[in-house]
């Protein structure tokens, strides 16, 4: 049976377990500058640690799925909550970046990918015509933790050092990451519940479709785009001799905007359809790019950071959706966390070229440039999806 009551529950569960999640992984814009400063580094060194996480949880996610399919979600993302915790006591006693690259870039990151697919696939199952809305309402916990997060730990960091403030936020993770990941179930399994969960292809059947293919490149080369501003939008905003809590809070602006993104274009994606929605909020994501081109002062970072927040919450709140749409419901979980290995090198990368660009011309037009050429290949390759549609299953 679908759409009952709990299934409500696993939504919010999983609004819970991604605040956290990904209100960890853009502290790093709070923690920036206290890193370059303890280990004498450059931006482009710093970015590798934000670089190393974000590549990992989208390599491992797919494992992550994977283990989901199989045990449940409940487990493997418990298990994925003490990672992240583990791996942010371990960065606050660090004595060198290279240590801080395992413990943040590699611990965290692997405990991300064990929170992040097993929780968002799993709410696609438990929902019939309603999937847009509850997608949305879930992932907006990616916008609500970087709205929330960031600017806290900055506040902390304001009455304590960084590293006492990243271990209350490990804290933080343990008890709360594990109390939401408890609530997280596997969709019910009566006869007609049974039938739809089997219906679909199996991850290998998916692999070699032209849909899938044209998909995973639109990941791929969407990726540096929506990476980079969570790294470097902050450090910009210094650059132009904006105070540090404007420049942290524009990353919450970003959550901001990424939340009316996942809840509006939701509901809209389910009446005019979520592919063709996911083409045009490329789109928009590339587009958003002018602006932080053209910003000179507070307003102009302000508003780049809603609208691009608005088009990357929009697209991360689809992906989940359109797998379950497209490649149906056997193995959603291993189905989604593959997808996301595509975003893996440009989070790796993007942020850390960025940097290296910075570093070597003092400013980042060239790499704005770059990510809008990016994004307009990003939403070609989604339209190809879009013309070879649904697989067959």
């Known amino acids: 049976m679908k759409d009952t009551p709990y299934a409500w529950v696993v939504v919010w569960a999983t609004f819970a377990c991604l605040s956290l999640i990904f209100g960890v992984s853009y502290s790093f814009a709070a923690f920036f500058a206290s890193f370059a400063t303890e280990f004498s580094a450059q931006r482009a060194d710093v970015s590798w640690i934000f670089g190393l996480s974000g590549f990992v949880y989208f390599v491992m996610g797919a494992l992550g799925g994977i283990l989901a399919d199989r045990f449940g979600p409940r487990g493997v993302c418990s298990a994925g909550m003490v ?47 309603r999937r847009g809305l509850a997608g949305g309402i879930a992932s907006s916990g990616v916008g609500a933790g970087t709205l929330v997060v960031p600017v806290v730990v900055a506040f902390a960091m304001g009455h304590m050092p960084w590293r006492e403030a990243m271990q209350a936020l490990a804290w933080v993770v343990l008890v709360a990451g594990l109390l939401a990941s408890s609530l997280l179930k596997k969709a019910p399994t009566s006869p007609a519940a049974q039938v739809e969960a089997t219906a679909g292809l199996s991850l290998r059947e998916t692999l070699r479709t032209p849909t899938f293919r044209w998909f995973y490149m639109g990941v791929v080369l969407a990726s540096p785009v929506m990476f980079i501003p969570f790294a470097h939008v902050s450090a910009s905003a210094r650059d132009m001799g904006l105070d540090e809590s404007l420049a942290v809070g524009l990353v919450g602006l970003i959550g901001v905007g990424s939340l009316v993104g996942r809840f509006g274009i939701g509901v809209l994606a389910d009446r005019i359809g979520r592919a063709p929605t996911l083409v045009w909020m490329q789109a928009s994501m590339g587009a958003s790019y002018a602006l932080w081109f053209l910003a000179s002062g507070p307003m102009a970072m302000m508003c780049f950071a809603l609208w691009f927040g608005l088009s990357y919450g929009s697209i991360v709140s689809l992906l989940p959706a359109i797998c379950m749409d497209y490649f149906g419901a056997k193995s959603v979980a291993g189905v989604v966390g593959t997808l996301y290995t595509g975003a893996a090198v440009g989070n790796l990368l993007g942020p850390v070229l960025a940097g290296a660009v910075f570093d070597a011309t003092g400013h980042y037009h060239a790499v704005m440039a770059v990510c809008a050429l990016f994004s307009l290949t990003a939403v070609l390759s989604t339209y190809y999806m879009l013309r070879h549609g649904h697989a067959q299953y």
Do not use: D, E, K, M
């Not at 943040?104 to 097993?118: K, R």
């Open 83 to 129: 990672l992240i915790a583990l791996g942010l006591w371990v960065t606050s006693g660090a004595t060198s970046l290279q240590s801080v690259y395992a413990s943040y870039g590699l611990l965290v990151g692997l405990g991300i990918a064990f929170v992040y697919t097993p929780s968002i696939a799993n709410v696609q199952p438990w929902f019939t015509t």
